[in-house]
């Protein structure tokens, strides 16, 4: 991993020029950290650490978006094992728009924060959004700090419904189940999430008790306050 970290430092602030020279405007953050060999600081080497990057017409475009922003991280499998995380927006036509992006290492509170900041700072800065996430305690912690700007009242967080979708099926692995708890988060209204928890709940107890243990303002439609 050293090796790769050491050969993109250089290529990177210059991959980034191309990038800018094309694309004028583009927003981009780019971070390195000293290179150490064999617990040795050499003084004139520096590693890539992260960048973070958001294209001009994205920015503008988000404005007229609808006032919600998605979040989440992949990991790039090859010969280097970084992360790429991602924010998209919605229009009001439901397309799906990617509005920042991110190079990392790993997906820690640490990358989270240094991604979530940048789009904070630089893409979504109005108030009154609300941003969707899975439940990775990383990204839950990054969202939490004083410094984020990503706290209620100003923003409003809710959990990725087809993240817990899936961890639900890694439990259970029951398809129609599933689709009960999907049925029950998009409940415009209260009587119809009993109703479908009720159901899932004489199928089998463990599912609704599972389901309880998330704070309803973060998964129902029907609770949120945003």
Not at 32 to 57: I, N
Not at 210 to 216: E, I, V
Request: hydrophobic share 40%.
């Amino acid at each position: 991993m050293y090796g790769y970290w050491e050969e993109s430092y250089n290529k990177v602030p210059r991959l980034l020029q191309a990038l800018q020279s094309c694309c004028p405007r583009t927003i981009c953050e780019f971070r390195a950290v000293l290179y150490y060999d064999s617990h040795l600081m050499e003084r004139d080497c520096s590693m890539f650490d992260k960048v973070f990057w958001a294209f001009p017409t994205c920015v503008e475009t988000f404005k007229h978006c609808k006032p919600f922003v998605s979040v989440d991280g992949m990991h790039l499998y090859g010969k280097y094992g970084v992360v790429l995380l991602i924010a998209v927006a919605q229009d009001g036509n439901s397309n799906i728009l990617p509005v920042a992006f991110a190079i990392v290492e790993s997906e820690t509170t640490e990358h989270w924060s240094f991604f979530l900041t940048n789009l904070r700072l630089h893409v979504t800065p109005q108030d009154g959004l609300l941003i969707i996430s899975d439940r990775f305690h990383a990204t839950k912690a990054a969202l939490r700090a004083d410094d984020s700007g990503w706290q209620s009242p100003k923003v409003f967080h809710a959990y990725c419904v087809m993240h817990m979708a899936a961890n639900f099926m890694s439990h259970f692995k029951s398809a129609e189940r599933k689709r009960y708890l999907i049925n029950a988060a998009y409940s415009p209204n209260q009587a119809g999430y009993e109703w479908y928890m009720n159901a899932l709940r004489g199928l089998l107890r463990e599912i609704a008790d599972w389901a309880g243990r998330f704070n309803k303002k973060i998964w129902l439609k029907y609770y949120s306050d945003g």
